[in-house]
Each structure stands twice: as C-alpha cells, then as structure tokens.
C-alpha cells in the first residue's frame, strides 16, 4: 500500500484536539487520531471511517473482537493490539470507579462494566464480585466459562471464596451471548441454590445479572429473589 505523506493534516487535526480538548473533533476524527500512535506512516483516515461504518458507533468499537477488528481493511495485527489496549483500558477505568465505592449506590456504572466486560465474550462466563460490608467491591473474579449445565460447579465454590474474602455480600452476573438475558432453568434453579446456601452463611447476596447483546436481565428487580 502507498504510504501519505499525511504530517500537516495529522498535526493540524493534534493541534484541535489539544485546544480543545477533543471539543468539537467528531468521533471518526478521535479514532483516527488514536490510529495515528499505532500506524505512524499511512494516512489512517479511511481505517477510522471504515471502523465507524462497520460497527456503526464508538461504544461498538470499542468492544468489537479481534477477529472483528481484523477483517477491516488497514489494520494489521499491531494496530488490532493497540485498539485492544484501548479497550482495556477503558474496562479498567469503568473498575475503578466502583472500587471505593458502595456499588449498588452506582447501579448505571455497575451495569456499564458489566456490559463492558461481557462485550468480547462469545462464550458464557460466569463472574462473582465480592462485596464488604460498606457495599465496596473486594474483587471481581470469573467462576468459570461455559453454560451452568455444562459445568461442574455449586454454590460452595462461590461462598467458600467469599468467606477466604471476608465478603459480606456477592453480586454474580454472566452472560448470554446469544443474545437473549431471559433466564434459563440452569440459571433460575442455581440462583435459589446459591441464595439458600448464603443465608446459612450469613453471606447477601444482592442480585444475578444476565447480560445479553442490548438488555439485562436482574433477578432482583424480576422479583426471583
């Protein structure tokens, strides 16, 4: 591919960003200043047009899959890692601001994390986030992957770890990505099992969140626990 001499359009579209912040650059302007860092020789323009046009928004993006991301024309494999940086590095910024904080207090920011962290996976996982007695997030630790009926796991496994935690409280979320959060049997009769099981521990737990493509799934506010 022909390389572009592109230096005074890229330094001309930094110097917008930097007066103002990013005030006023559209979003395929954002992406394709960032694409600039991982492809440094090239104008990047029509790549960061392209990824607009095929996931249709920033927020798609920035949860698209590698194999997604490869199949558009200009990114190499360098360039995939560095949007796959990015994206980690909002998932982490979406953690921290529930770390240090009553969780359940900041219930949209608790569900954008989620929906973060459930984006990329084309398999069920199974996550529990340990909560103390404040409501605070101690941890947030993947179970395991794959189906409830097709794992060998009980409600033990969770609540044993909550205890090694000094956790006073669990949320547990997975995925269906399918699509559809509705609840399966597996799932609805896990949950009554796990919630029986922490009472006798002492142990709340606060909610099961199904996260599917647009929508989720709470038990709690489904009145199933």
């Given at each position: 591919?022909?390389?572009?001499?592109?230096?005074?359009?890229?330094?001309?579209?930094?110097?917008?960003?930097?007066?103002?912040?990013?005030?006023?650059v559209a979003d395929y302007e954002l992406l394709e200043l960032a694409l600039t860092f991982a492809i440094p020789r090239k104008d990047v323009k029509p790549?960061?047009?392209?990824?607009?046009?095929?996931?249709?928004?920033?927020?798609?993006?920035?949860?698209?899959?590698?194999?997604?991301?490869?199949?558009?024309?200009?990114?190499?494999?360098?360039?995939?890692?560095?949007?796959?940086?990015?994206?980690?590095?909002?998932?982490?910024?979406?953690?921290?601001?529930?770390?240090?904080?009553?969780?359940?207090?900041?219930?949209?920011?608790?569900?954008?994390?989620?929906?973060?962290?459930?984006?990329?996976?084309?398999?069920?996982?199974?996550?529990?986030?340990?909560l103390d007695s404040k409501m605070k997030l101690l941890a947030d630790e993947m179970l395991f992957a794959g189906t409830l009926h097709e794992v060998s796991?009980?409600?033990?496994?969770?609540?044993?770890?909550?205890?090694?935690?000094?956790?006073?409280?669990?949320?547990?979320?997975?995925?269906?990505?399918?699509?559809?959060?509705?609840?399966?049997?597996?799932?609805?009769?896990?949950?009554?099992?796990?919630?029986?099981?922490?009472?006798?521990?002492?142990?709340?737990?606060?909610?099961?969140?199904?996260?599917?493509?647009?929508?989720?799934?709470?038990?709690?506010?489904?009145?199933?626990?």
């Amino acid at each position: 591919m022909v390389e572009h001499n592109n230096g005074g359009h890229r330094e001309r579209l930094r110097a917008r960003f930097s007066g103002t912040l990013g005030a006023g650059v559209a979003d395929y302007e954002l992406l394709e200043l960032a694409l600039t860092f991982a492809i440094p020789r090239k104008d990047v323009k029509p790549i960061a047009k392209d990824l607009m046009r095929t996931f249709g928004n920033l927020s798609n993006v920035m949860v698209a899959t590698p194999d997604q991301l490869a199949q558009v024309k200009g990114l190499g494999p360098s360039s995939v890692v560095f949007i796959q940086v990015v994206q980690q590095l909002a998932l982490r910024v979406r953690r921290e601001k529930l770390v240090g904080q009553p969780v359940l207090a900041s219930r949209l920011e608790l569900m954008d994390y989620l929906y973060t962290k459930f984006a990329q996976c084309t398999r069920e996982e199974f996550h529990v986030l340990y909560l103390d007695s404040k409501m605070k997030l101690l941890a947030d630790e993947m179970l395991f992957a794959g189906t409830l009926h097709e794992v060998s796991t009980s409600p033990r496994d969770i609540l044993k770890r909550a205890l090694e935690l000094n956790a006073s409280g669990i949320i547990v979320a997975h995925n269906h990505p399918s699509g559809s959060p509705e609840p399966s049997v597996p799932d609805e009769t896990f949950t009554m099992m796990l919630v029986q099981a922490a009472v006798a521990l002492g142990v709340d737990v606060h909610d099961h969140v199904i996260v599917g493509a647009e929508s989720h799934y709470s038990f709690k506010g489904g009145g199933k626990m």
